[in-house]
């Protein structure tokens, strides 16, 4: 069948099952938009921006698993999905970018929105290719949509000249396994290294059995690989703690016994204590980020290190690894979960208990409106069945230290990149990858702003998404590191009262809810809950409000500023 390269687009993404398209058109993509026009499997989400666009196709992709798909315009159209793109490279997430091209004859002249995206996007993205030949089109798209979803994941861009758009060639439908669910075995599957992950599976067994004292860390990786069963069963077997990243959020049930909170920068005492004593530290799919490790000299040194991922270039990248095993977590785990031996409950698991007792999670309500206050309540009333997106800052780790997390993809948050504007719009991609399901977005008035253009998306598409801004009026988390670090020299981060939210959402056609109070939290919060629509709930607090523990630039993590 002959088709033009703008159907065997169509064609090619229908072969893929992607059935949401988040984007914004343009001169060099009319040709895509125009066989969209007629297509009714693949739903076009228009945003407001194109950096909305890609946030909210990772926040599709984080809450499902499956890849996320972006369309764009060349030039400007393209350069405004860099911050998504290498948002969704720093935290792994599976993406394909769409952009359109010039025209290969005036290619390379400076032509009219002529920006050369691939060389801009090449070191955040897993792989990316400008099509030249219309014959090679639907190839490119089944190896970018592979790759963007195998092994580790992440974004992968095609950039689509006009003309090659609106060529024709020979188009043969293809059966693609879009199941997401290839186990690996190591890294390379030639047989040296397939000793080596076995001769390393040895030493871990003997390792997890003498320890005394383990730890497991977990990050998104565990999401990732979907490999939470597979993560408790090891931690319940072998007795151990469980800490998480902040991308680990949902990896392990936050209410079992064995979890011990956040760990690094603002993790719980009770995390950067065990990682400081621990005899044998766990990671699994984590990456020892400078967040996590602070002062990599000191940390976890009394630990022998055991480092569990899908990607080499990770392991002993950050921090030693003294039993490497490379591969896919689920795979990995349940391999070691066949062998290890059952332990008891130890002194060690006491001693962990006792931190959580000495140092439980809670936090002092200094001011009225405390965010810890508002943020128990929502989890409270949600009961973790809700997906909660967060924007950067004090707001993202409040929510990580106060909402009670029990379930895989319902934490959505910039990490790696900690991209300030990233909130809203992954909270409308979460919502229309998950129909019924209520997507929160907890924000801070500075990001809000960011990216609060795309309220016009949420209340277009009439998504029932909760705003939940803690406004304190600051860009609250540089304003906290002025006040601690570099003497009350409040440079740039007080935002003051210069736009009404109220009024801001009104003029969307969204309702608004104003919070001034502990005592309104809980009515307030229900009676958006029980709204089936869109809310931008503001909630006053104290900018004086701060983010406890903090572990001071260049400290060990042991050694966290309190409260
Ligand atoms: C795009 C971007 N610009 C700047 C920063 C640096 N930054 C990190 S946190 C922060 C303050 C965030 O303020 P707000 O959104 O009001 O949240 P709060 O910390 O007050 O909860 C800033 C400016 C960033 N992370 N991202």
Redesign the pocket.
């Known amino acids: 069948m002959k088709l033009t390269g703008a159907q065997i687009f169509i064609e090619c993404l229908k072969e893929q099952g992607a059935d949401v398209i988040f984007g914004y058109p343009g001169g060099t993509v009319l040709p895509i938009y125009d066989e969209l026009y007629n297509t009714t499997e693949i739903k076009h989400i228009l945003t407001a921006h194109e950096q909305g666009a890609t946030h909210a196709a990772d926040g599709y992709a984080r809450s499902t698993g499956k890849v996320g798909v972006v369309l764009a315009t060349s030039g400007p159209g393209a350069t405004n999905t860099v911050?998504g793109i290498a948002t969704a490279y720093m935290d792994s997430v599976p993406l394909v970018v769409f952009t359109g091209q010039v025209p290969l004859p005036i290619l390379g002249r400076s032509s009219f929105q002529e920006v050369d995206i691939t060389s801009m996007t090449a070191p955040i993205t897993k792989d990316n290719y400008i099509v030249k030949d219309v014959k090679k089109l639907a190839q490119t798209i089944r190896e970018a949509f592979k790759n963007a979803r195998s092994g580790r994941p992440g974004p992968v861009l095609i950039d689509i000249p006009k003309d090659v758009q609106m060529e024709t060639t020979e188009y043969e439908f293809a059966v693609i396994d879009t199941s997401n669910k290839r186990i690996e075995w190591g890294f390379h599957r030639d047989e040296w290294n397939q000793e080596a992950l076995k001769r390393n599976l040895e030493r871990a067994i003997e390792a997890i059995n003498n320890a005394e004292k383990p730890l497991i860390y977990a990050g998104g990786g565990v999401i990732i690989a979907e490999a939470c069963d597979e993560l408790m069963i090891f931690a319940e077997t072998i007795k151990s703690p469980v800490a998480c990243s902040l991308m680990g959020m949902g990896a392990f049930s936050q209410d079992h016994p064995f979890y011990t909170g956040l760990i690094g920068m603002h993790g719980t005492r009770a995390s950067n204590r065990a990682a400081s004593n621990c005899d044998l530290l766990i990671a699994i799919g984590a990456r020892f980020s400078d967040r996590v490790v602070g002062n990599i000299k000191t940390f976890a040194s009394n630990a022998k290190i055991m480092h569990i991922d899908i990607d080499p270039a990770e392991i002993g990248k950050n921090v030693f690894a003294h039993i490497p095993l490379c591969g896919h977590l689920k795979n990995v785990l349940s391999m070691l979960n066949e062998r290890i031996n059952e332990k008891k409950l130890s002194s060690w698991n006491k001693q962990i208990d006792e931190w959580k007792g000495v140092f439980p999670p809670k936090f002092t309500y200094k001011h009225t409106l405390n965010?810890h206050y508002i943020i128990e309540k929502l989890s409270d009333l949600t009961k973790g069945e809700v997906i909660i997106t967060t924007?950067?800052?004090?707001?993202?780790m409040?929510t990580a230290q106060s909402y009670v997390f029990k379930k895989p993809r319902t934490f959505i948050s910039s990490g790696g990149?900690?991209?300030?504007?990233y909130g809203l719009p992954a909270s409308i991609g979460a919502c229309i990858a998950n129909p019924g399901k209520r997507v929160i977005n907890v924000?801070?008035?500075?990001?809000?702003?960011?990216n609060s253009t795309e309220l016009v998306t949420i209340s277009r598409y009439k998504l029932p998404i909760i705003q939940l801004v803690?406004?304190?009026h600051?860009?609250?988390?540089?304003?906290?590191w002025q006040d601690l670090f570099y003497e009350k020299k409040f440079n740039s981060?007080k935002?003051g009262n210069d736009v009404d939210l109220m009024k801001l959402a009104d003029s969307y056609g969204i309702k608004g809810i104003r919070i001034t109070s502990d005592e309104e939290v809980e009515e307030k919060l229900q009676q958006a809950l029980n709204m089936n629509e869109a809310v931008v709930i503001e909630c006053i607090i104290d900018e004086r409000e701060m983010v406890y523990p903090i572990v001071p630039p260049g400290a060990s993590i042991q050694d966290a500023l309190e409260e």
Do not use: H, I, K
């Not at 924000?443 to 960011?450: H, L, P």
């Open positions: 911050t965010p924007e950067v800052g004090q707001n993202q409040w990149l900690g991209t300030m504007g924000a801070g008035d500075g990001s809000f702003r960011m803690l406004n304190n600051a860009l609250g988390m540089v304003r906290q981060t935002l």
